[in-house]
């Protein structure tokens, strides 16, 4: 049985709630809360107690420091002495000053409470301040104020607490208040003294409970690296990404994880003993490099917490979580409400577009979506900040609280280190800037003064590129979007891109094309994979070692990474249709894979060679295709996104589409089993032809416009001496149209279009509509005009 002594100066986390902000701050009234209400439902928390706001203003008055503390804020005002100089001196008086002694009692009596609860002579604990006015709702300014970790006995933690109260008056967190208009005297701050999870021995990090880019609010995004938590906060290393999709967690038969992106993790901070510091930070051993830190089963328990987390505060959460080495247990050491992404509103949509490409010189992760251009200003150390040029890009190795004032000022942000939860990722949400992050080598590739344009509308990846580039702003306007008979949908290619557009007004993905996944993030001929050990190429052979490195299986990366990426698309949209094409690369282009050019023939005419069906059932790439089945099974039945439609492309005869679904059914792909739908593209004239026998094969038509004009038409859509010929709104291709839309309907079949001419061709649209389509699929940038277009014509049709 629990002793709780209720005092006035410390109080154990399971006697507070949210309501006691006041007296303990947001961080450990939210610990308290946690533990209240939902330890009980299996989330570990660690024990602990907090030091109230009372604990604190009685600790000004017995060193009777206000009138001190306040008389250097009155010169700093006056102008008579800097910043730096007031919180300096500030500081030391905090940490001369002593504890009245029943104060200091009841503390250690507290700790030896802790200690006794443990089992332990000396527990190790975490001591966090948490100001009564940090965490709360339009603050993300967590860590303005100091913690101190592995503090052991009764003397190191009365050190850590004097050093907590002193942090109230960092440089930084006299500017934050200042900034919010928070009065400096009206601040207490609590002090939370935690027990420590042995994540030194294991790995720690952040979750949030929405993508942090996007704001889509059904998934979790978990970073993890080695050691104490401490490196992925403040954005010291490039860590492990994973993200789960919500709305599936609770079904137990599925693993909804839609992405695990492995990261460098290039420090890792454990316990020290001796000396002055009670943590070290060393270089992670290259074998921890290589390694996921989170099994997929720790992954999801996470995930599951996250949701039990947010849906009690009701809110998006920002967590950090930690896994105890010794016992293998996870633990959540503290939860705040997110405060980017979900205080925006849904009414508009910012998009930027480079309109001239230039030359490459770093790779990161994109931090928002925008795009911004300036000069370069390296700065490697805080001590460096008042050297920083209004509007320029900052370039840094990693960023911490201290450098707010700069980054404000910023055009934008490139650190070498850090992932998306870290202080820079962060910070630079909340204002607005766009930041690459990760880049690896940013302060040694870019030079003071040198020109450069930073990009993060191009997906995951963010780019930096040499020059001042012009680019593009676009604002789509969300509100009023009438609805519409006919689905309109989406043609996404980027898993990144598919939650980059999702609050668009769509009904689904009516073309997801594979090939973007295949080329952009496998990058590798999966015949090369099968066939690996036959390889004549030592180039392609090294490369694909090096890539495939965490696979034993060279198959299984094919497989599992085609599976996330399409998994993370059908995320996007669930429980609305995606409809995913399955591989559709003409020869050259699997040439230009790499080990592809072993595999491929070479043909005078690839556009109407050995391309979509025909491969799928050929020796030459039947084994790849299981592979692509394999993926498309993964998603379906072990993700559990059975929204996702199977489509076949380029199928020229009636024997062929029998030959592609024996193909499916041998890969336990079987149409109508587990409610999946296989449709065909309507790209040849025998689709069209012979469209109501393909009914009987397939459960649905998606027109391709490109190739089915090229074919009526007998131009060569790539050919510029023919360009003034090639029209979708030609009378043969629409006589095509409206056949195919008058058969299939016939057979109860439906019928899409995911070809550009919508996009391009308002009139042609409606006349889709006249034909009566089902749905039509769009480029994301032209569905909030075509959308409206449609309705448009839907009305006057109904008058």
């Given at each position: ?532 050990d036959d390889l004549e190429d030592e180039g392609a052979k090294k490369q694909i070692e090096q890539i495939t490195h965490q696979y034993k299986d060279k198959s299984e990366y094919f497989v599992d990474q085609l599976a996330l990426g399409i998994g993370k698309i059908a995320a996007s949209q669930y429980p609305n249709p995606v409809i995913v094409r399955m591989s559709d690369f003409k020869t050259n282009e699997y040439a230009n894979l790499i080990g592809g050019k072993e595999f491929e023939p070479h043909e005078s005419n690839p556009m109407l060679g050995f391309r979509g069906a025909s491969r799928y059932y050929n020796n030459r790439y039947r084994e790849g295709f299981a592979l692509e089945c394999q993926a498309i099974k993964r998603v379906r039945e072990k993700m559990g996104l059975t929204n996702v ?39 040849i004239p025998s689709n069209v032809i012979l469209a109501e026998e393909f009914s009987k094969r397939f459960d649905g038509f998606s027109i391709g416009s490109n190739d089915l004009t090229q074919l009526v038409l007998g131009v060569d859509r790539d050919s510029s001496i023919l360009a003034q010929l090639f029209d979708e709104r030609n009378p043969a291709v629409k006589h095509m149209i409206h056949d195919l839309i008058q058969k299939a309907h016939r057979a109860r079949r439906k019928v899409g279009l995911c070809g550009q001419a919508p996009s391009d061709y308002p009139e042609f649209a409606e006349f889709l509509v006249e034909e009566g389509i089902d749905s039509i699929s769009l480029n994301p940038d032209s569905v909030v005009s075509i959308k409206k277009l449609v309705a448009d014509k839907e009305a006057?049709?109904?008058?």
């Open positions: 049985m629990k002793t709780i002594v209720k005092t006035h100066y410390t109080r154990w986390f399971e006697e507070t709630d949210i309501s006691d902000i006041p007296s303990i701050g947001g961080k450990n009234a939210s610990l308290g809360e946690m533990i209240q209400m939902l330890k009980p439902k299996g989330i570990r928390i660690p024990e602990g107690f907090a030091l109230t706001a009372e604990a604190y203003w009685v600790f000004l008055e017995a060193n009777h420091l206000t009138d001190k503390i306040q008389s250097y804020l009155d010169q700093f005002h006056e102008n008579k002495i800097p910043l730096e100089k007031a919180g300096r001196s500030i500081r030391r008086l905090f940490l001369h000053a002593h504890f009245p002694e029943e104060m200091e009692q009841e503390i250690r009596r507290s700790y030896l409470e802790l200690c006794h609860r443990y089992q332990k002579d000396e527990v190790d604990v975490a001591v966090r301040s948490s100001a009564t006015a940090e965490d709360l709702p339009g603050s993300s300014f967590a860590g303005q104020q100091e913690s101190f970790l592995n503090i052991v006995g009764p003397e190191e933690l009365m050190d850590a607490c004097r050093k907590c109260y002193a942090s109230l008056f960092t440089d930084r967190a006299i500017t934050y208040r200042e900034e919010r208009g928070f009065g400096h005297m009206k601040v207490a701050l609590s002090v939370g003294v935690q027990k420590m999870v042995r994540s030194d021995k294991a790995g720690a990090g952040v979750m949030f409970t929405l993508d942090t880019e996007s704001g889509f609010r059904d998934v979790i995004l978990i970073n993890a690296a080695w050691g104490l938590g401490e490196n992925v906060v403040k954005g010291r290393v490039i860590p492990d990404e994973y993200m789960v999709f919500k709305p599936l967690l609770d079904k137990k038969d599925y693993q909804p994880i839609i992405e695990k992106n492995i990261g460098a993790k290039e420090k890792k901070m454990i316990y020290t003993t001796g000396g002055s510091h009670t943590t070290n930070n060393i270089n992670t051993p290259k074998a921890e490099q290589e390694r996921f830190v989170l099994s997929d089963a720790d992954i999801l328990e996470l995930a599951q917490w996250g949701c039990l987390i947010e849906s009690h505060y009701n809110q998006p959460m920002d967590i950090e979580w930690a896994k105890d080495g010794e016992s293998g247990e996870l633990f959540i050491v503290q939860a705040r409400p997110e405060t980017v992404q979900s205080r925006k509103t849904n009414g508009a949509l910012k998009t930027y577009k480079l309109s001239q490409m230039g030359k490459r010189i770093l790779t990161g992760l994109s931090i928002g979506e925008a795009i911004a251009s300036g000069k370069v200003c390296l700065i490697k150390s805080p001590e460096d900040i008042n050297q920083f040029i209004d509007g320029a890009i900052l370039v840094t190795e990693m960023t911490d609280p201290d450098w707010v004032p700069i980054i404000r000022r910023s055009a934008g942000i490139i650190t070498e280190h850090g992932g998306r939860t870290c202080h820079a990722a962060i910070v630079s949400r909340e204002f607005g800037i766009p930041a690459v992050v990760g880049t690896g080598n940013a302060t040694q590739i870019l030079n003071n003064g040198q020109e450069v344009t930073l990009s993060c509308a191009e997906g995951e990846k963010g780019f930096v590129y040499e020059g001042i580039l012009p680019f593009e702003e676009t604002e789509l306007n969300l509100k009023d979007i009438p609805e519409t008979k006919t689905q309109i949908m989406m043609n996404i290619a980027s898993p990144a891109g598919a939650f980059r557009w999702w609050q668009l007004p769509c009904q689904g993905i009516g073309l997801a094309r594979m090939e973007f996944i295949i080329n952009n993030i496998i990058k590798i001929h999966p015949m090369a994979l099968i066939r690996f439609i199977v489509m076949i492309p380029f199928c020229r005869t009636l024997d062929e589409a029998d030959k592609v679904l024996q193909e499916l059914a041998k890969n336990h792909l079987n149409r109508g089993e587990n409610g999946l739908q296989v449709y065909v593209m309507c790209e006057r049709q109904k008058k």
